[in-house]
């Protein structure tokens, strides 16, 4: 099975700071990830799939790159909102992998 | 508008079973692939298991192999997932997922998770 990390398991950042979440996977997906947000006590959210294509609806500060096996999720100018856990997902086998998770929160 | 509902959480004993049922509306729900993902309380998201548009092919993660059973009714848009010998550590949230589209046999590269329901708590308790 393929193995997904992330780093950090923890950011804390201001209001306007530019984010950047790293997430690794243990062979190539390619560019088979996407990106998932989740508040608490919601489901999660789609942001980026196909490593790099913004989900339609998602604010235009959230950008994916990466292929192979390191990713990278970054939020341009942080916004209030944007304070929530994320997490990588592979889904180059059928065994879709999630991340760990990164959780975004206020310094 | 698409719209993914559970049902069928509650509270089960150890060594008993369940069947979560989630109806789908706002898309051609035979023609998606579709898939169950839990998350336990304060942990992250743990894959469990899908199905193909026909329901021909089904797969299942480690935890819930020979446990668990998916399956769907296109007639009822609706997805199923049977739980047997539930244990303590199946208590969660359980999602019903829409996976990636097919057509004809053809089935689109992305595969991501673009619709989720709200979820619905399963409490493995004695």
């Known amino acids: 099975d393929i193995q997904m990390t992330q780093s950090p398991s923890t950011l804390s950042a201001s209001l306007g700071d530019r984010v950047t979440i790293t997430c690794r996977a243990s062979q190539s997906l390619y560019t088979s990830l996407a990106w998932y947000q989740q508040k608490p006590g919601k489901a999660p959210k789609l942001l980026i799939y196909?490593?790099?294509t913004l989900e339609t609806g998602v604010p235009s500060r959230f950008s994916g790159s990466g292929s192979g096996t390191e990713f990278t999720l970054t939020i341009n100018s942080l916004q209030p909102d944007d304070f929530a856990t994320y997490y990588c997902q592979q889904y180059s086998t059928y065994s879709w992998t999630f991340g760990p998770g990164t959780k975004v929160d206020n310094k | 508008e698409v719209h993914l509902m559970e049902s069928g959480g509650g509270l089960v004993q150890p060594g008993g079973s369940r069947t979560l049922s989630c109806v789908a509306s706002?898309?051609?729900?035979?023609?998606?692939?579709m898939h169950w993902v839990r998350q336990a309380p304060g942990k992250g998201l743990e894959w469990l298991s899908n199905i193909t548009t026909g329901g021909i092919y089904t797969h299942y993660g480690d935890s819930v192999k020979g446990r668990f059973t998916i399956s769907r009714d296109n007639a009822k848009n609706s997805l199923f997932l049977q739980m047997n010998s539930l244990r303590v550590e199946d208590t969660a949230v359980y999602y019903c997922?829409?996976?990636?589209?097919?057509?004809?046999?053809?089935?689109?590269?992305?595969?991501?998770?673009?619709?989720w329901g709200q979820g619905t708590v399963v409490t493995v308790s004695s």
């Open positions: 196909k490593a790099s």
């Open positions: 706002g898309f051609t729900f035979s023609d998606y692939e």
């Open positions: 997922v829409s996976g990636g589209q097919c057509s004809n046999g053809v089935c689109q590269t992305d595969a991501s998770f673009h619709h």
